[in-house]
């Protein structure tokens, strides 16, 4: 008998390597993925931040023609629904929606809608410098006050900061 002609050569692979395999790509898998979900996370948070931007310029279009910010009863629904504006001489003034792609009934990532509050001039110098507003996202879990939401001011102290 020829060498070449003995048992016949076994291929694929064996269970145990297939496991080994398996076990590498679900570690590897594991490391990307708790690499990535804080990624994922500040990824949202600085959406939100330039979706504040944007109404931010919307209000600052609004102060423009009118001369004021919207009140909290008119709310962020003035900049595209001139009805909401208090004042029927105002009214005239306002020039439709105040948004590039006409937007409408705004909310944040998770449903939420935003949060507007005009600001009176504060003598203690406490307020938002040349800000007569604040605005802000509720995050996640939609509650004003808890320590997810997403203000201007706080992503802009945190790119400033160099984090």
Do not use: C
């Amino acid at each position: 008998m020829r060498a070449d002609q003995s048992a016949p050569r076994r291929r694929g692979f064996t269970l145990i390597e297939v496991l080994i395999v398996l076990v590498i790509v679900l570690a590897i898998g594991s490391i990307v993925a708790v690499n990535l979900i804080p990624r994922q996370e500040q990824a949202l948070q600085q959406t939100e931040r330039i979706q504040l931007q944007m109404i931010e310029q919307a209000l600052q279009q609004f102060y423009i023609d009118m001369g004021r910010y919207p009140t909290e009863e008119e709310g962020l629904a003035s900049l595209w629904d001139k009805t909401r504006v208090e004042d029927e001489n105002l009214q005239r003034k306002h020039l439709g929606n105040y948004f590039d792609k006409g937007k409408k009934n705004l909310k944040d990532r998770w449903g939420n809608a935003y949060g507007y509050r005009p600001v009176e001039a504060d003598v203690s110098g406490t307020d938002t410098p040349g800000r007569r507003y604040e605005l802000w996202s509720n995050g996640p879990d939609g509650e004003e006050g808890t320590d997810d939401d997403i203000k201007l001011d706080e992503g802009e102290a945190e790119e400033d900061s160099g984090g």
